[in-house]
């Protein structure tokens, strides 16, 4: 099994709706992500899956957060935008873009240095 992972970044605010804390009001994060995919193959160079390839699929979903109010981007609208329910979607929006022979493993996501959390369905 290979896994293959990238890392990125996104700019973005949120605020949490019903959290006792500071984070209830408007505030702003420049948001780690880190998408592990896994696949058994390898082409016929040798490559299991692009590094390019997975940035660039990694990105055409972040692209919809980035430099954005997070609460009024779907599903963010109706949901609570935790780093745990960016983590879920993120990974679950990768998921189907992804091609049959590469799965998704698991996705990180960090609102600062010291703070995060991962998702993935195992």
């Given amino acids: ?39 058994h193959e390898t082409n016929d160079i040798g490559i299991s899956f692009d590094f390019k390839e997975l940035k660039a699929i990694t990105q055409s979903v972040i692209q919809r957060l980035d430099h954005h109010h997070i609460n009024d981007v779907e599903p963010f609208d109706r949901e609570n935008p935790t780093a745990e329910n960016l ?21 990180t996501v960090w609102e600062s240095a010291y703070y995060a959390v991962s998702y993935s369905e195992d």
């Fill in 87 to 107: 983590a879920r979607y993120i990974f679950m929006e990768i998921k189907t873009l992804l091609p049959s022979s590469v799965r998704i493993h698991q996705v």
């Fill in 1 to 39: 099994m290979y896994r293959i992972f990238i890392e990125t970044h996104f700019a973005a605010s949120h605020q949490l709706h019903g959290y006792q804390g500071l984070c209830k009001d408007l505030h702003g994060h420049t948001w780690k992500v880190r998408v592990e995919v896994e696949t």
